[in-house]
């Protein structure tokens, strides 16, 4: 997918830049923990769901869910149901399990894309992997898009090896599209042409956090929560994120600030 010039570059004058970071692969005691701890993200779902009854509603524009490497659209299923509760037209990526960047798998996105778009912009919300999809279809189609939301997506990363999920990316890797690799450094490239928010966490258990965030701006953020890798659509604080950010209205972008009483449930951010 090729990347598309766009507007330079400013960070906001009290947020200086992240340092680039070599990262390494997380630890292996949240790698371990990972099942564990996404159960634990299911029952904190499940016991606040009285509580996500007050999320911002929507104004029912169409939003698409890409799944991570390996998932299929079971895994978002739950979050998409969350969002079309909220009042979203909301689609899952309907392309089978998520093996990479497959033929099929790119070629799918961006057809979907072309079709949603049609009536109007899309909001694109992307765990793991698919944050990495959903960023390079927006560099490539930013007319089609209405902001991008990452979920643990380690778009930022610069060497595979950094993440757990590596074997697994390379065994496959045989099945993906010619010059298919992942991203440049997101350092190298222009800067990113929709509003964009990084959902983070730094007990991650997959992905090194440090290849998750990039440096915030006027239409950019990274907001840390607390969750496993594998809790991504099950967290109820990620929810909230995600309901507050789609609740927006177009073309009236703030970065995101927890309501009164919910500060806690969100670290601070890198």
């Given amino acids: 997918m090729t990347a598309v010039p766009s507007d330079a570059y400013f960070p906001l004058p009290d947020e200086p830049p992240l340092p680039l970071v070599e990262g390494q692969a997380p630890s292996l005691l949240w790698y371990l923990t990972e099942p564990t701890r996404a159960a634990v993200d299911i029952g904190q779902f499940a016991a606040t769901r009285q509580l996500l009854r007050a999320a911002p509603s929507g104004d029912g524009h169409q939003v698409?869910?890409?799944?991570?490497l390996g998932a299929s659209d079971g895994s978002t299923s739950v979050l998409r149901r969350f969002l079309a509760k909220l009042g979203y037209d909301v689609h899952g990526w309907g392309l089978g399990r998520n093996i990479g960047p497959t033929v099929p798998a790119v070629?799918?996105?961006?057809?979907?894309l072309r079709e949603l778009g049609r009536a109007d912009k899309?909001?694109?919300?992307?765990?793991s992997l698919g944050g990495i999809f959903a960023r390079e279809i927006a560099r490539e189609h930013p007319e089609l898009v209405r902001q991008v939301i990452t979920l643990g997506s380690p778009y930022a990363m610069t060497d595979m090896k950094h993440t757990r999920a590596n074997p697994a990316y390379q065994l496959l890797s045989r099945f993906y599209?010619?010059?298919?690799?992942?991203?440049?450094?997101?350092?190298?490239?222009?800067?990113f042409p929709v509003p964009a928010t990084s959902v983070y966490s730094k007990t991650d258990g997959i992905v090194p956090w440090q290849g998750c965030v990039s440096d915030p701006g006027p239409r950019a953020e990274n907001v840390a929560v607390s969750c496993s890798h594998l809790g991504f659509g099950y967290n109820p604080s990620v929810m909230w994120v995600v309901a507050d950010r789609l609740s927006q209205p177009y073309g009236y972008w703030r970065p995101f600030a927890p309501p009164?009483?919910?500060?806690?449930?969100?670290?601070?951010?890198?």
């Fill in 64 to 68: 698409m869910v890409l799944p991570g």
């Fill in 260 to 270: 009164p009483g919910m500060a806690n449930m969100y670290p601070k951010a890198a």
């Fill in 177 to 191: 599209t010619a010059g298919a690799a992942h991203p440049p450094p997101e350092h190298s490239r222009p800067a």
């Fill in 122 to 127: 899309v909001s694109i919300i992307g765990w």
């Fill in 107 to 112: 070629q799918g996105i961006r057809a979907q």
